[in-house]
């Protein structure tokens, strides 16, 4: 798989808007809206507007190595606005063909595996492994088979076998009710095939982003049609962290901004944190992602 040399920029707007019933007193959050630093994607520019202003506002950079703002709103409030504006430029990753990956056993051998591989070879709170999804996942694992082969036929399968459903599931929706249901959405194809792969032994991580979706010919793009999306790397030695989408059942190129990644979705959540007060809510976000014309 040869790399697009040809570099593309894209502007990202994620906005996420709380409405109270009653009056926040107090409320502190953590945020993870800044796009990684990566070989393949440069982050040009990010802002983050909070309505009503912080308290309080500091940044750091978490375990994985994710951008991570804390702030903290120490006046009574009943809405709460997080914008993050963001600029990247993205080329598309240089990965090795299928076939000349090693023998998916040979990268299963712990002995071999640097620390920051062995980390995401075990269960995280989202992620249980079982011996259901072993069983799955072993069709696509022939004695011998090069790892990325098996992977890519792993990611073909859950994308065939799995209907996208975005009622059918919420972040909080066991792994086991999904693989019997067949139903979900990009978070729940990820984690499943993250499950499938730490059965056999092979560490896989949990990544967040955004997607650019392009209209049907001759059809306006709609403001907000764009939504954060979740998918997964695979490590494979001498090459690094190799990215599969199980949702759309492809390797995550141009069109895949790179937002945070852990051991599951607790790790990378783009917003959580705690409130006094505040009675019932309601939550949207909307996310848009722009690509930028050529310079």
Request: net charge negative.
């Given at each position: 798989?040869?790399?697009?040399?040809?570099?593309?920029?894209?502007e990202v707007?994620?906005?996420?808007?709380y409405?109270?019933?009653?009056?926040?007193?107090?409320s502190?959050h953590?945020a993870?809206?800044?796009?990684?630093v990566?070989?393949?994607?440069?982050?040009?520019?990010?802002?983050?507007?909070?309505?009503?202003p912080?308290?309080?506002?500091?940044?750091?950079?978490?375990?994985?190595?994710?951008?991570?703002t804390?702030f903290?709103?120490?006046g009574?409030?009943k809405?709460?606005?997080?914008?993050a504006?963001?600029?990247?430029?993205m080329?598309?990753?240089?990965?090795?063909a299928?076939?000349?990956?090693?023998p998916?056993?040979?990268?299963?051998n712990?002995?071999?595996?640097?620390?920051?591989?062995?980390?995401?070879l075990?269960?995280?709170?989202?992620?249980?492994?079982?011996?259901?999804?072993?069983?799955y996942?072993r069709?696509?694992?022939?004695?011998?088979r090069?790892?990325?082969?098996?992977?890519?036929e792993?990611?073909?399968?859950i994308?065939?076998?799995?209907?996208?459903?975005?009622?059918?599931?919420?972040?909080?929706?066991?792994?086991?009710?999904?693989?019997?249901?067949?139903?979900g959405?990009c978070?729940?194809?990820?984690?499943?095939e993250?499950?499938?792969?730490?059965s056999?032994?092979?560490?896989?991580?949990?990544?967040?982003?955004y997607?650019?979706?392009?209209?049907?010919?001759?059809?306006?793009r709609?403001?907000?049609a764009?939504?954060?999306?979740?998918?997964?790397?695979?490590?494979?030695?001498?090459?690094?962290?190799?990215p599969?989408d199980?949702?759309?059942?492809?390797?995550?190129s141009?069109?895949?901004?790179?937002l945070?990644?852990?051991?599951?979705?607790t790790?990378?959540?783009?917003?959580?944190?705690?409130?006094?007060?505040?009675?019932?809510?309601?939550?949207?976000?909307?996310?848009?992602?722009?690509?930028?014309?050529?310079?």
């Amino acid at each position: 798989m040869s790399a697009d040399t040809k570099p593309v920029q894209y502007e990202v707007v994620h906005t996420t808007r709380y409405d109270y019933s009653e009056s926040v007193a107090v409320s502190h959050h953590m945020a993870r809206l800044s796009p990684r630093v990566l070989p393949y994607q440069q982050r040009l520019q990010h802002d983050l507007l909070i309505e009503p202003p912080p308290a309080v506002m500091t940044t750091h950079t978490d375990y994985f190595g994710n951008a991570v703002t804390y702030f903290a709103m120490q006046g009574a409030h009943k809405r709460l606005i997080v914008r993050a504006r963001s600029q990247v430029t993205m080329q598309a990753p240089s990965l090795p063909a299928s076939s000349n990956t090693p023998p998916w056993e040979a990268v299963a051998n712990r002995a071999t595996l640097p620390l920051e591989a062995l980390e995401f070879l075990f269960d995280a709170a989202l992620i249980p492994v079982s011996t259901e999804l072993r069983a799955y996942a072993r069709a696509a694992f022939a004695p011998g088979r090069p790892l990325l082969d098996a992977v890519l036929e792993l990611t073909r399968r859950i994308h065939d076998d799995f209907t996208f459903d975005r009622e059918a599931t919420t972040v909080a929706t066991p792994l086991a009710d999904v693989f019997k249901s067949r139903r979900g959405v990009c978070q729940d194809f990820a984690r499943l095939e993250i499950a499938c792969l730490r059965s056999l032994g092979l560490p896989a991580r949990y990544v967040s982003g955004y997607l650019e979706t392009v209209p049907p010919a001759d059809s306006p793009r709609l403001v907000g049609a764009d939504s954060s999306h979740a998918w997964l790397t695979v490590y494979c030695p001498e090459v690094g962290w190799i990215p599969v989408d199980p949702t759309n059942n492809l390797v995550p190129s141009l069109t895949h901004v790179t937002l945070a990644w852990g051991r599951d979705y607790t790790d990378v959540s783009p917003i959580h944190g705690v409130i006094l007060g505040g009675g019932d809510h309601t939550l949207r976000v909307n996310v848009d992602v722009f690509r930028l014309p050529e310079s």
